[in-house]
Antibody, heavy 116, light 106 residues
Framework: EVQLLESGGGLVQPGGSLRLSCVAS????????LSWVRQAPGKGLEWVSGISVSGGATYYADSVKGRFTISRDNSKNTLYLQMNSLRADDTAVYYC?????????WGQGTRVTVSS | IVLTQTPGTLSLSPGDRATLSCRAGQSVPSNYLAWYQQKPGQAPRLLIYGASIRATGIPDRFSGSGSGTDFTLTISRLEPEDFAVYHCQQYGRSYTFGQGTKLEIK
């Protein structure tokens, strides 16, 4: 059974940093691209970032470019999202998702709240 | 690519047929258009990809159609568990989502 489990969310002050993790199981991790998608309270879905199978190619939404960094450790079946310079409008539930051919499996999400 | 979903809210009864629309601001490359279902407090679930291909385990009352800029998700006969929010997404040029359609019980 494919499972994705996010962690690392929480309350952070504006300008602060958080690192999200997503541990995968039930599939061959190093053969799938992965993405992070977020959903602000009461809003729609927003793709945030994606990473290729090897980690050699990364992609970002304009709203997070230069502030967020996606990475993966294929030896640990883990996807990461380093979030710096956080702003109030980054407040959302963050989901990791497997890509095949689009976002076919999602984790349950981790909540990030940016507030003073 | 901007996606616009209509209607914003759809009120129907179990057993009814539901038709949800997703219009793209420009042609979606290779018709790489997907539909997701999301229930409160849950992650989205992939229903349809490639505009018309049902994902694994999705009942055949769900069908997708369309091409270019106009796409439709049809639920042939609504079951109680189908009342949820539905999102369309294009993955032909980066990823973008529509704003969602809420399907509620009338």
């Amino acid at each position: 059974e494919v499972q994705l489990l996010e962690s690392g969310g929480g309350l952070v002050q504006p300008g602060g940093s958080l690192r999200l993790s997503c541990v995968a199981s039930g599939f061959t991790f190093n053969t799938y691209a992965l993405s992070w998608v977020r959903q602000a309270p009461g809003k729609g879905l927003e793709w945030v970032s994606g990473i290729s199978v090897s980690g050699g190619a990364t992609y970002y939404a304009d709203s997070v470019k230069g502030r967020f960094t996606i990475s993966r450790d294929n030896s640990k079946n883990t996807l990461y999202l380093q979030m710096n310079s956080l702003r109030a409008d980054d407040t959302a539930v963050y989901y990791c998702a497997r890509e095949y051919p689009t976002l076919d499996y999602w984790g349950q999400g981790t909540r990030v709240t940016v507030s003073s | 690519i901007v996606l616009t979903q209509t209607p914003g809210t759809l009120s129907l009864s179990p057993g009814d047929r539901a038709t949800l629309s997703c219009r793209a601001g420009q042609s979606v490359p290779s018709n790489y258009l997907a539909w997701y279902q999301q229930k409160p407090g849950q992650a989205p679930r992939l229903l349809i990809y490639g505009a018309s291909i049902r994902a694994t385990g999705i009942p055949d009352r769900f069908s997708g159609s369309g091409s270019g800029t106009d796409f439709t998700l049809t639920i042939s006969r609504l079951e109680p568990e189908d009342f949820a929010v539905y999102h369309c997404q294009q993955y032909g040029r980066s990823y973008t989502f529509g704003q969602g359609t809420k399907l509620e019980i009338k």
